[in-house]
């Protein structure tokens, strides 16, 4: 039997967590929507998947408001960790967390791979 989407997505989420340093991982809606996710227990995940959500749609509000194209990427320092965002097409978010200290040069570009694989799986008909 062939593997669903979400199997395939929580595949990516795991070879996505293994680079290390990655404390959670989603893969949400741009609505906000909780499409699947790897995150420790207290972490409430339909709240940070709408709040993530939510962190994408201003930074996109405000980079066409400002004229300064589309949004890459968005990185949210603090004294805990980095949360990453990366658009995955037009309908997701891959989200990371990252530990303070993190390597975020190797995550930057993980976190680009794997965005595109979801993607793909998120386009397939």
Not at 47 to 68: K, N, R
Request: charged letters at 25%; a negative charge.
């Amino acid at each position: 039997m062939p593997e669903t989407k979400k199997e395939r997505l929580d595949k990516i989420l795991s070879r996505f967590g293994e680079v290390g340093q990655i404390r959670a991982v989603g893969v949400v809606s741009k609505e906000g929507l909780l499409i699947t996710s790897r995150m420790p227990p207290e972490m409430n995940e339909r709240i940070v998947a709408a709040l993530c959500s939510t962190i994408m749609a201003s930074a996109e509000t405000a980079s066409t408001q400002m004229g300064i194209g589309v949004v890459n990427d968005i990185h949210v320092k603090t004294d805990q960790g980095t949360i990453l965002l990366q658009p995955a097409g037009e309908k997701a978010v891959l989200i990371a967390l990252a530990e303070t200290g993190a390597q975020l040069g190797l995550i930057m570009m993980e976190i680009e791979v794997r965005a595109k694989q979801v993607q793909e799986i998120l386009e397939e008909v």
